[in-house]
């Protein structure tokens, strides 16, 4: 079952000899419960890709449907409402609300959409996350690796259609970093959770189902597992 079709995007950035083509007529989709990673070296059009998939920002030109539903048809109101709920968006430095605990940053994108989250579920992600003696504690009280399971935890808590992480372990050690991608692989098997990592560790794209290569905006790989 086809979730997310990516058709002819481009991404367009300055005018005339300025001009950067970041992504040049992108085409893929992604079924339902794929972990697919992204790579590509630096510039290659990776976090471009993934911002536009998860609507922070938009293309030049192209569409992205998630569900069947053309995401950038939709007025900026509804866009924000999808991105809390369609989007679980993972980040390498984390992202978390210095002043709001464990709990309340993961329980936070439930919060900002006037829904009041289930108590069994609070406990259940805890529990999950190995933070459930952890829930009190800030992020400054926490290490690097509990930070990103924090992060993990909140991007996962509305259940989102698809997960997007921007290289989740490029500021972690490499224990830390193992633990990480058996949390994401785990909760991607176990959900059945729709996964789109954008990497630069081999040990990650690996462990996915699927490697899409960019090079100057444009696929030049795409490889099953």
Same mark, same amino acid.
């Given at each position: 079952?086809?979730?997310?079709?990516?058709?002819?995007?481009?991404?367009?950035?300055?005018?005339?000899?300025?001009?950067?083509?970041?992504?040049?007529?992108?085409?893929?989709?992604?079924?339902?419960?794929?972990?697919?990673? =992204?790579?590509?070296?630096?510039?290659?059009?990776?976090?471009?890709?993934?911002?536009?998939?998860? +609507?922070?920002?938009?293309?030049?030109?192209?569409?992205?449907?998630?569900?069947?539903? #053309?995401?950038?048809?939709? *007025? $900026? /109101?509804?866009?924000? =409402?999808?991105?809390?709920?369609?989007?679980?968006?993972?980040? !390498?430095?984390?992202?978390?609300?210095?002043?709001? $605990?464990?709990?309340?940053?993961? /329980?936070?994108?439930?919060?900002?959409?006037?829904?009041?989250? #289930?108590?069994?579920? =609070?406990?259940?992600?805890?529990?999950?996350?190995? @933070?459930?003696?952890?829930? $009190?504690?800030?992020?400054?009280? @926490?290490?690097?690796? !509990? !930070?990103?399971?924090?992060?993990?935890?909140?991007?996962?808590?509305?259940?989102?259609?698809?997960?997007?992480?921007?290289?989740?372990?490029?500021?972690?050690?490499?224990?830390?970093?193992?633990?990480?991608?058996?949390?994401?692989?785990? *909760?991607?098997?176990?959900? $059945? !959770?729709?996964?789109?990592?954008?990497?630069?560790?081999?040990?990650? +794209?690996?462990?996915?189902?699927?490697?899409?290569?960019? *090079?100057?905006?444009?696929? =030049?790989?795409?490889?099953?597992?």
């Amino acid at each position: 079952m086809e979730l997310l079709k990516i058709e002819n995007l481009c991404k367009t950035y300055g005018k005339g000899e300025n001009e950067v083509k970041a992504l040049d007529n992108v085409s893929f989709s992604v079924p339902k419960g794929q972990m697919l990673a =992204v790579v590509g070296a630096s510039g290659s059009g990776k976090s471009t890709l993934l911002h536009i998939i998860g +609507a922070v920002d938009r293309p030049t030109s192209g569409k992205v449907f998630l569900d069947g539903q #053309d995401v950038f048809k939709q *007025s $900026n /109101t509804k866009l924000a =409402v999808f991105r809390r709920r369609q989007v679980g968006l993972i980040y !390498q430095f984390y992202n978390l609300i210095p002043v709001l $605990n464990a709990e309340e940053n993961i /329980t936070l994108p439930m919060i900002m959409d006037g829904r009041k989250p #289930d108590p069994a579920h =609070v406990e259940k992600m805890l529990a999950s996350l190995d @933070l459930t003696a952890r829930r $009190n504690h800030l992020p400054s009280q @926490l290490s690097g690796g !509990q !930070q990103q399971r924090i992060s993990i935890g909140r991007a996962l808590f509305n259940s989102p259609a698809v997960i997007l992480a921007d290289e989740p372990t490029g500021n972690l050690d490499s224990k830390n970093s193992a633990e990480i991608v058996e949390l994401l692989k785990r *909760s991607n098997k176990e959900l $059945n !959770q729709t996964m789109i990592i954008i990497t630069h560790d081999e040990k990650i +794209a690996l462990r996915c189902d699927r490697i899409i290569t960019l *090079s100057d905006g444009r696929i =030049v790989n795409d490889t099953q597992a």
